[in-house]
């Protein structure tokens, strides 16, 4: 399973975008504000939990999650500057500390709904792929 995160509306808050699986429009997404460097470290840039994560590829999986109970969610590993970067459901900037929030529409710039709704079935389809043993990527791009 291949996943795209389009980063295409930036503000002072946050940081929204389209997620894609394999090739075809999935939801909407919104992250911390977008800091990164060019060329910088991201310990040059970041600030914790008001940052979205520096561009690339990374895999994902499944892993409890220490923040929610060790209920199952989707990790990505290996992200530079970060640990416990995840994607789950929420509606604003308030909702994240750097993670992946998924939602159904935009409702501004800043703010995503229908979260719950757009994560269960991202999830749903993430638990799949994972089981058929595909091998699962993010790749974070910059408009």
Known sequence: MKIRLQRDVLTERSTA????VDGVKECYTLEDAMREG????????K???QTAIPTGEYKVIIAPSPKRGG???PLLLNVPGFVGIQIHSGNSSEDTEGCILLGEWRENA?????SKLAYDKFFEK????IAAKEEVT????NP
């Not at 993430?126 to 792929?129: E, I, N, S």
């Not at 993010?138 to 791009?141: A, S, T």
Request: proline share 3%.
């Open 126 to 129: 993430l638990k799949a792929a």
């Open 138 to 141: 993010i790749e974070v791009k």
């Open 17 to 20: 975008g389209t997620l894609f």
């Open 38 to 45: 060019e060329g910088k470290p991201v310990s040059e840039w």
């Open 47 to 49: 600030i914790k939990a």
């Open 71 to 73: 209920r199952l969610m």
């Open 110 to 114: 800043d703010a995503i709904r229908g």
